[in-house]
């Protein structure tokens, strides 16, 4: 498959997972869902504009999860692990750690967690601040790549005792599929695009967004 745009924008990719997820949401056993409370979770800021017309659709909360991905000042665009602002956190599998770096990487750790509670504190004005447990908790970002922040963020959510987690997204490469769907009850992917590359080349449009955008959506939910 090719890397051409799937998606307009992410408003776009976000009608089309509400569309995805109400329809699989109407077609769960009535015992799964009774008295259960749907919470949608977006991972900021770019899963926030997918993740609203999702609660839009379904009519229930936008909560945020905060996850920072944990880099190197060698190498800031390589992650080498995540963590959320609760401190749940993953290192990557893939590397290998000398005990000369052990000081660098716990270096690296505490700046990421340090940049998710600021990021949390920007904009948790904009939550209730619902508790996930015993509910339904849907965890979206605007694509998956590594894997590694959402999985982080599923971690964390896991730990509050939701009823179920659903780790939703417009796309992901076809390669962590497996992975992801053994950190969650379902997972939900629109596309799985085997020439990956990176998520901005699945949308037409893909500008950053802004604190003060990610606020109004929250807001406005």
């Not at 800021?45 to 379904?58: E, N, T």
């Not at 920007?122 to 605007?142: F, H, M, R, T, Y």
Request: with cysteine.
């Amino acid at each position: 498959m090719s890397s051409a745009p799937l998606f307009r924008d992410r408003a776009d990719a976000g009608e089309q997972l509400a569309q995805s997820l109400s329809t699989l949401l109407t077609q769960l056993p009535q015992t799964t869902t009774i008295g259960k409370q749907l919470i949608v979770y977006a991972l900021p800021r770019g899963g926030i504009p997918v993740a609203a017309p999702v609660a839009h659709k379904l009519d229930c909360p936008l909560e945020i999860v905060v996850a920072k991905k944990i880099t190197t000042p060698q190498n800031p665009e390589l992650a080498i692990g995540a963590v959320t602002s609760d401190g749940q956190v993953l290192w990557s599998q893939q590397l290998r750690w000398g005990e000369k770096n052990v000081k660098q990487r716990e270096a690296a750790l505490h700046q990421a967690q340090a940049k998710a509670q600021t990021q949390l504190a920007e904009l948790e004005v904009g939550c209730s601040q619902i508790s996930p447990q015993g509910a339904i908790a849907l965890l979206i970002d605007d694509g998956i790549a590594t894997g590694l922040t959402i999985t982080a963020a599923a971690r964390s959510l896991r730990a509050q005792k939701p009823a179920q987690l659903w780790i939703c997204t417009p796309v992901a490469p076809v390669e962590i599929i497996n992975w992801l769907a053994a950190e969650c009850d379902r997972l939900v992917v629109l596309r799985t695009p085997s020439d990956f590359l990176s998520v901005s080349r699945f949308y037409l449009a893909f500008p950053q967004v802004t604190t003060q955008e990610a606020l109004v959506y929250l807001l406005n939910c």
